[in-house]
């Protein structure tokens, strides 16, 4: 099965400063790629997803490229305010939308 | 638009008592999960149904863990006997169907603590 590794685990910026969160997959039937931001006590929430036709997408302060050849991809997170320190999940799927995440980053800003 | 309701948000049981969890996931989504988040690491799924039928339960337990969604619609996660390391938030969660890129929507989870 799918197989989806993220590093770094824990990441502390200072506020302003860009951070950047990096995820492998091993299923190359892979062909979506969300990025989920968890705060405590809460579910997951989608922020951003990618698809394999794609290498790179943007949504104002947050990115995400993919290198399908070497099955990696990645977030990017310019100008970090506070309200970005959460835990970030990236994810896998195949056709059938069966989510595979990685094991978490934990990002902590700093004012 | 209603996110996916959970009950009960916080459970605390003894080992090999048995426990529920139920789900009612955004109206029209045909797909349902339940996820396994033990703390601090990602969510594992442990079953994936497309209206009332299973489309994925390798990870799942099948000798303690069951899951039904007799009419398509709502969830029930039982756990018979617990153990320790059934410590964990069960998240459910829902798409609109199973094709692929289709986002899917959790819910805020069921914790539970099993001493």
């Known amino acids: 099965g799918e197989n989806v590794e993220q590093h770094p685990s824990t990441l502390s910026v200072q506020e302003g400063d860009s951070a950047v969160i990096k995820c492998t997959y091993s299923?190359?039937?892979?062909?979506?790629f969300p990025w989920y931001k968890q705060e405590l006590g809460k579910g997951p929430q989608l922020i951003i997803d990618?698809?394999?036709?794609?290498g790179e997408k943007k949504d104002q302060r947050i990115a995400v490229t993919l290198n399908k050849t070497a099955k990696h991809f990645s977030l990017h997170i310019t100008e970090t305010q506070p309200e970005d320190s959460a835990v970030y999940f990236c994810?896998?799927?195949?056709?059938?939308?069966?989510?595979?995440f990685g094991a978490g980053t934990r990002l902590t800003v700093k004012p | 638009e209603a996110g996916v309701a959970q009950s009960p948000r916080y459970k605390i049981i003894e080992k090999r008592q048995s426990v529920a969890f139920w789900c009612n996931p955004i109206?029209?989504?045909?797909?349902l999960y339940w996820y396994q988040q033990i703390l601090g690491q990602g969510p594992k799924l442990l079953i994936q149904?497309?209206?009332?039928?299973?489309?994925?339960d390798s990870q799942l337990p099948k000798d303690r863990f069951s899951a039904e969604r007799l009419k398509g619609v709502d969830s029930t996660l039982k756990i018979q006997p617990a153990k320790l390391e059934d410590s964990a938030v069960y998240l459910c969660?829902?798409?609109?169907?199973?094709?692929?890129?289709?986002?899917?929507?959790f819910g805020e989870g069921s914790w539970l603590t099993v001493v």
């Open positions: 969660a829902s798409s609109l169907s199973q094709a692929s890129g289709n986002t899917i929507y």
């Open positions: 299923d190359s039937a892979s062909n979506y």
């Open positions: 990618i698809r394999s036709n794609v």
């Open positions: 994810a896998a799927s195949t056709n059938n939308n069966d989510m595979r």
């Open positions: 109206s029209g989504h045909a797909t």
């Open positions: 149904f497309q209206n009332n039928g299973v489309v994925d």
